[in-house]
């Protein structure tokens, strides 16, 4: 055997963590945030970011060579701290701003206390704060997605006004361009899941927040205001990315927890009574100030010291369920939850849509009509389910008035049986009986045939009508005759029929009412 | 159902490099050279002089006092000279070199088996005694020692380790698998000294076929029980074990016994069944000797005094196209960096690694500044805060490193080393910071006098 031999103390081997590995997988779970901000925000974000990462390195090694240090930019550390001070900006945010934050945030913060490990508080969060309190104006979001909303989920919630959870929740709403909830779980519950994070300060945060806006927040723990509080101002971001920074958060387990609570009840506070909406930067910062403290006094004692005697169990191998599955489950549900959220969402709004296509159908069957009420005379008899009148069957009664509260008509939603199916069709009436107009407002009958019931040919044949009318083949010859439409006879006589049910009704509700 | 114990870490096994191949015997050729101090104690007295002629199994040296060892030739041939020579660990230390004659005629042949049941608790511990058995899991404690706690009533349970934890080494795996029954009636016999005792059987679950063939060896035997440990370092250090077996942690200040536990390694239980029903001393034990470097990975029962480098050459040599870099006394966790083969295999030392990458330099390269991870809290064995214990150290802040942090319990395993993402020196350290403080300690008594 030749050569020498190296010599060294035991242990000779490591493990495959190292400082790069564990920045590399931060960096991997913020992409999903990252990616669905560039895609909701448009270009200006992604120059946000870009300048926050470029600065964040440059001055890194800007900053090792003036001290002439050798060059630690390739532990990544910078590249972390530049991609969370572009996610917490917003995404109008002057270009300028990025980079000075970054710069802050490298020199200031990191370089001029020693360095990685040696900062002591959070650099991106810092130099975000330090942003927000020296550039207030530039700093405030400006709205990018709806140009009508005035303000932020943020700024509504503290102004106690309803706020889209479901925008927030995907990260389409107005806000910072880290502001997807969904992408930031997935990305936190990813470091958790590789125990890259620690659960007992994420999930304690959290927690703590949640009992404090839900014993204080005035709405007791209804899920929506809840979810409200959590989706918003960067508590998730907060939570999983900033208050789990190693440097900046105690050792022990118990530290850890408490580190956690005082975070999230102090959020929870700055949220409640506070006046900004960037309440839970400054909880993180109070927090990671806190953490010296944390760790001088609370620190674990020995196995053995714990607890004295043979009180402790044998220590089988727990049934665990692998984090990975865990977090999974967790995205997985969250997702499911997302996803119905939008059904919901996009449900009411189609209904919506359809009631405000009625609500114009009947305001165009009573012109100059400035306000649609129900009938009160009607409401009793019709109740929610209407009657059966003649061949049709009667909805609704809605009394059409003018600004001054003058009467000007009726509109009646009527339903008849159709080829195609229900015709149902607003019709409306003058206050002494008279048709002056119908429209339709659900109708699939045969197109060229049927369907030419909905052309002025047809209906407006009705205006003006009033007694029973009658259905005709060819051209009609006395007042009360309608002629039909050839082809379509099943269709004429339904809306023919539904127009003599709402006259009847007409004549012995309305009028015998009067 | 596995046990373990709280924390650990599970470094890369390469186990695989001799894990199947079957105990080769070797008759070293070369001189042959026992250190009287192959154990814990004091060293031995030389019981011959230069020009003796000796034989296979005679005893050479003998303990100096109760905590001490006998030491017996493993080869026959002449005394050449009691001297100084290199050992292991790079220090000089008082040798007996015997002048081998590769006949290796035996003192005894060891072959007629003792009627077991006539021996008395004494008889046994003094057959132990006299065969010079150290703890073979590494240590080297005087078994007679152990074996005799203040009160053996008190002894709950006598725990056979078989766990070998440590990366590479497969020599107990092949001991297990081809001597279970011997092993069994190892443990057998140090359960008669302890009429309370039960016998835990503890093998790491990587060594599926050893647990089979030990579960067969101990089938029936109403207090022998084989348990399964999750492979993990350090499950095969002595707190480990208890903790994983009983549940119970104990301060570095008291002993297993104390805690009413034996923990014995399979190695020293095999060679007790030898010494007490077959009178046959301890000269020769099981060994691995493997790592990348290595033309042929193999696991030997190989004779004490041994130059390891006449080993590695049984073993074909440094693998062709392969430069080994580092070569350590055991595995990579706990095994000592030799600066030279040219030493002999003492009777505690149970492999060698030869490694033609080095990690530790390849760490020096990675090393950044601590990052808070908390890594090396989650899992130190001990439970202590090695990031908070280093952090007081470099500041020389001596007091809050042994009474705030507790740092005088760590067990020196690794555990934290192995894991720290920033690789940091930290056991480094906590040796230095430990020797400092004993300094101090030492400097302050004498003080006082």
Sequence with gaps: MNGVLNLSSSPHTRDRWTTPYIMRMVVLSLLPATV?????????????????????????????????????????????????????????????????????????????????????????????????????????????????????????????????????????????????????????????????????????????????????????????????????????????????????????????????????????????????????????????????????????????YRKIGRTRRVKREPFRIPKPVIALTIIAVIAGLALSGVFFVTKDTIEEQAMLEAAAAYTSVIPGAKSLKIAEETADLLGDDGIDQGSAHINACYVGKDGDGKVLGYALSITAKGFGGNIVMALGLTPEGEVVDIAFTEISETAGLGMKATEPAFKDQFAGKSGTLTLVKGAASADNEISAISGASVTSNAVTGAVNAGLEFFRTVLKGGN | MRNTFRGGVHPEEHKELSREARFRLYDPQGEMVFPLQQHIGKPAKPVVSKGDEVLVGQKIA?????????????????????????????????????????????????????????????????????????????????????????????????????????????????????????????????????????????????????????????????????????????????????????????????????????????????????????????????????????????????????????????????????????????????????GSLDVPIQKQNNGLTLLAEDPVLMAEKQMTACLHCGRCTTVCPVGLMPQLMADAAIAGNLERYEKKLYGLECIQCGSCTVACPAKRPLMQTFKQAKAEIQEKKKREGAGQK
């Design chain 2, 62 to 338: 003998e303990a100096d006092g109760f905590v001490s060892a006998h030491i017996y030739s493993s080869c026959s041939g002449k005394v050449k000279a009691i001297e100084k020579r290199r050992v292991l660990g790079g220090g000089m230390a008082e040798c007996i070199v015997i002048d081998n004659d590769r006949q290796f005629t035996p003192a005894a042949d060891w072959s007629e088996r003792d009627n077991e049941a006539k021996l008395s608790t004494d008889d046994i511990i003094q057959r132990v005694q006299d065969a010079g058995i150290v703890g073979l899991g590494g240590a080297g404690f005087p078994t007679h020692v152990k074996l005799k706690p203040k009160d053996p009533d008190a002894i709950e349970y006598v725990i056979a380790n078989g766990a070998e934890c440590e990366p590479y080494l497969t020599c107990n795996d092949q001991l297990m698998r081809t001597h279970a029954p011997a092993i069994v009636e190892g443990l057998e016999l140090v359960l008669r000294l302890f009429p309370n005792a039960e016998g835990i059987i503890c093998i790491e679950d990587n060594k599926p076929e050893a647990i089979h063939a030990m579960e067969i060896a101990a089938s029936g035997k109403q207090r022998i029980a084989v348990r399964t440990m999750i492979t993990k370092y350090p499950q095969g250090g002595e707190r480990s074990l208890i903790q994983a077996v009983t549940g119970i942690d104990f301060p570095i200040s008291k002993l297993p016994a104390d805690v009413g536990c034996i923990v014995q390694n399979v190695g020293t239980l095999f060679a007790i069944q030898r010494a007490v029903l077959y009178h046959e001393p301890l000269f020769r034990q099981c060994f691995t000797l493997t790592g990348e470097a290595v033309l042929e990975p193999s696991n030997f029962i190989v004779r004490v005094g041994t130059s390891y480098a006449e080993l590695l050459e049984a073993c074909g040599g440094v693998k062709p196209g392969k430069t080994a870099v580092k070569a350590l006394a055991g595995g990579p966790m706990m095994g000592i960096a030799m």
């Design chain 1, 36 to 304: 669905v901000g560039i895609l909701v925000h448009g270009w200006q974000a992604f120059g946000i970011i870009a300048l926050a990462i470029v600065s964040a390195v440059a001055s890194e090694w800007v900053f090792d060579k003036v001290c002439h240090k050798p060059s630690t930019i390739w532990d990544g550390s910078a590249v972390v701290t530049g991609l969370l001070l572009g996610l917490s900006l917003g995404p109008k945010t002057p270009l300028y701003l990025p980079v000075i934050g970054s710069v802050f945030a490298i020199v200031v913060c990191k370089g001029c206390f020693g360095g990685l490990g040696k900062n002591f508080i959070n650099p991106a969060l810092a130099a975000r704060c330090f942003l927000l309190i020296s550039f207030a104006n530039a700093m405030t979001i400006k709205p990018s997605i709806d140009a009508v909303a005035s303000a932020t989920p943020m700024g509504a919630l503290k102004a106690f006004e309803q706020v889209d959870i479901t925008k927030m929740f995907l990260g389409t709403a107005d806000g910072v361009i880290g502001s997807s909830i969904l992408a930031l779980l997935i990305g936190g519950l990813l470091l958790w899941s590789l125990d890259i994070i620690h659960g007992q300060i994420c999930f304690s945060v959290l927690i703590g927040f949640t009992l404090l806006i839900g014993l204080f927040g005035g709405e007791g723990f209804n899920p929506r205001f809840l979810l409200a509080h959590l989706c918003g101002g960067g508590v998730v971001m907060g939570a999983f990315f900033m208050a789990t920074d190693y440097v900046t958060s105690p050792v022990s387990r118990l530290g850890q927890f408490i580190y956690g609570c005082l975070i999230g009840v102090l959020g929870g506070i700055f949220r409640l009574w506070g006046n900004t909406a960037d309440s839970f930067s400054y909880a993180i910062i109070i927090g990671n100030v806190c953490t010296p403290l944390i760790d001088t006094y609370i620190v674990q004692k020995p196995l053995a």
